[in-house]
């Protein structure tokens, strides 16, 4: 989770003429008591199951937000036939969920980068360095030595894509699972 510098609690306590980055002490706060909501919600609310224990671990960005990476231990292994209940690498359904699929679309997408968007962070020589376009697949793949190659439907495999404006260059481009 990274902290979202357009969050209300956030917003709220800046006074005229000021942003997050004017303020790293109120940016860490609401991300502490965020970070501490999310470890209670997986622990209390069991959204993955029964869970043994956790770790975190907080770095700050070079955008000068808090980022934290969770590691949560499960009562019960996760199987890979159980992955997609949990992860999810696509564009979520508008229908059924139109909160997440705003969230997604409007902060999770990656890109555009390489000819598109010179100028993203991620592009060197015409090539993102997050290694994106993620291949599509049918499936969820997985092996005992690597992480797993999450499902990203096409939109012929009944899979979803937006039209996206680019940043900095006023265009639309195709956006799918990736």
Not at 75 to 90: F, W
Not at 131 to 142: E, G
Request: net charge positive.
């Amino acid at each position: 989770m990274t902290c979202n510098p357009a969050w209300p609690e956030i917003t709220r306590e800046l006074i005229p003429g000021q942003n997050s980055m004017d303020r790293h002490d109120l940016t860490a706060r609401v991300f502490k008591i965020k970070v501490q909501k999310l470890v209670a919600l997986h622990a209390k609310g069991k959204i993955s199951g029964d869970m043994k224990c956790f770790m975190y671990s907080i770095e700050w960005q070079k955008r000068g937000l808090p980022h934290v990476y969770l590691l949560l231990w499960l009562m019960e292994k996760l199987r890979p036939n159980q992955i997609d209940e949990v992860i999810s690498a696509e564009v979520p359904n508008p229908e059924t969920d139109r909160n997440l699929y705003d969230t997604v679309t409007k902060n999770l997408i990656h890109g555009p980068w390489g000819a598109l968007n010179p100028l993203s962070s991620c592009t060197k020589e015409e090539k993102c360095t997050k290694k994106y376009p993620k291949a599509l697949l049918k499936d969820i793949q997985t092996n005992d030595k690597s992480y797993p190659l999450y499902r990203r439907r096409a939109p012929e495999d009944v899979g979803r894509a937006i039209t996206q404006k680019t940043l900095g260059v006023i265009q639309e481009i195709f956006v799918d699972n990736i």
